[in-house]
């Protein structure tokens, strides 16, 4: 995994500054206040992942897990207290929820060999996906699980839109041509909904504007 940074962009894609020290990280995701950031950073030394939360204002860190197996994809949720996150713990895949400050933590039942791609505003359900399907899991002791569309190999990068109605991914075109993606949306509600295609030229890690009236995607050229 390379070196990077963390860094702002504007409209353009030009640089606008960075968030904290250089390091590997995957995953960042943004607070639903807007004034933190989520990533999962890589141990040069032991090659593992743990979820650090960085300070967007001061670019101060502090680290949110550390175990000798990796954690990785970080969701928030809604209220910005806590992170949902992924790890191999005990040999297979399960979701975890942990407090930003303290202790407190707690593996999410329902949700083995499963990660979390991201949550509702209300906090009720998450989204998952268990390698064969994407599912909206209940966070209420149920933990009732609803299918909401089968998965294929080629798709990636899910994530919500705020009102929570329509569902954003990227797809790689064919098994040929691993670096060209294409941006799709469709409704999470209606079983069999179409996937409507919404990049021109390719483009991939879909991104909803907070209204939810916009998608912003890593197009040609990584912009």
Not at 42 to 57: C, H, Q
Not at 194 to 218: A, Q
């Amino acid at each position: 995994m390379p070196v990077t940074r963390l860094r702002w962009v504007d409209r353009s894609g030009d640089h606008l500054g960075f968030v904290g020290e250089p390091g590997s990280f995957i995953d960042p995701a943004v607070s639903p206040d807007g004034r933190q950031v989520a990533a999962a950073r890589r141990d040069s030394a032991t090659g593992t992942t743990d979820i650090v939360v960085y300070d967007l204002k001061t670019g101060a860190s502090s680290a949110v897990t550390n175990h000798p197996d990796s954690e990785d994809r970080p969701v928030w949720l809604p209220d910005g207290t806590s992170v949902l996150f992924a790890t191999n713990r005990h040999g297979s895949s399960a979701v975890y929820s942990r407090a930003i400050k303290g202790e407190a933590e707690s593996r999410v039942d329902g949700a083995d060999n499963a990660a979390p791609l991201d949550c509702w505003r209300d906090g009720k359900r998450f989204l998952v996906s268990n390698g064969f399907s994407i599912l909206a899991l209940s966070l209420d002791n149920s933990r009732m699980a609803t299918p909401v569309f089968e998965r294929v190999n080629n798709q990636g990068h899910f994530r919500l839109s705020p009102d929570g109605r329509w569902i954003a991914y990227d797809v790689n075109r064919s098994a040929n041509e691993s670096s060209v993606y294409d941006v799709y949306v469709r409704e999470t509600a209606r079983a069999g909904s179409i996937p409507t295609k919404i990049s021109e030229n390719g483009g991939m890690e879909p991104r909803w504007g907070p209204d939810g009236r916009e998608l912003f995607y890593v197009a040609g050229g990584r912009r």
